[in-house]
């Protein structure tokens, strides 16, 4: 954690009649580990979440940033059906598009700017294929986890289309929760906020967010500093419950772009292995078992063709699996 601004401007973040902002928020980087995508010609993708500093940010448990990548030689994203359990999947493109289909009976084409979000409660199961029309495959892949109120929810797919909002030399899609004083109309379980900011040449914004969420702003095009902590592309900069403003900076002559996660921070402990997200150890052992057994749990994907037809799980590690617990816990 260091701020690295040759000459960091003091934050005065909107002034309310009674509330002067004490000081910045701190600041955490959260920075990323390649990890291949899978298949004979996979992707590399920067996985920020989940990691052992930090597994969560509100109920956001996974985060992956790719691209761009020129695809037009042949390569690109093709992932088989795998299943998921206990959560919801974000597919949020800069560029490119995918083939979305799933075991809901939802077949979609994710495009740049344009929510889809799979709920995966009980068990569901999906494939995402990069289509022959993309060149560049740009965007993030993003989870989140279920309440226990809610991790066995029905199968789902939602599509939503957010509004470019114009803010402090700003664009900004907001595609769960509230920013800016516009609102995503879809549902999420628990307190959530999910909004992509583009920044112009020099701009200064300042976001007015919610005290009781913890963000991460995950940076796709900066560098871009967070309340005057620079964070480098594919890093995530983490900033705590308690702040009620977060200023974002373009330091760089060229466009930014990151995107915005919040949430009020999620109380439960989870286990997370492959494509599940459960309670225990041996839950997630049976959810494995019941994928390797072609269980109905989590349905089929109609229209996907390819080899493999499905995708096989991995095997479980040889220690049992223990619970991300949050820091500080
Ligand atoms: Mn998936």
Redo the contacts with the bound molecule.
Sequence with gaps: MSNVEADPVETRCRARAEHVEPRDPAVEIVTSREVPLGGPRAIQVRRTLPQRARSLIGAWCFADHYGPHDVRDGGGMV?PP?P?TGLQ?VSWLFSGEIEHRDSSGAQALVMPGELNLMTGGYGIC?S?VSTPATSVLHGVQLWVALPDSHRNADRDFQHHVPDVVHHDGADIRVFLGSLVGTSSPVHTFTPLLGAEITLKPDAIVELDVDPIFEHGVLVDQGPVSVSATSIAPAQIGYVGVGATCLRLANPTAEQARVVLLGGTPFEEDIVMWW?FVGRSHDEIVRFREAWQQESEQFGHVEGYVGDPMRLPAPPLPTVRLRPRRRPGR
């Design positions: 992932v795998h998921h999947t999906h995402e494509n």
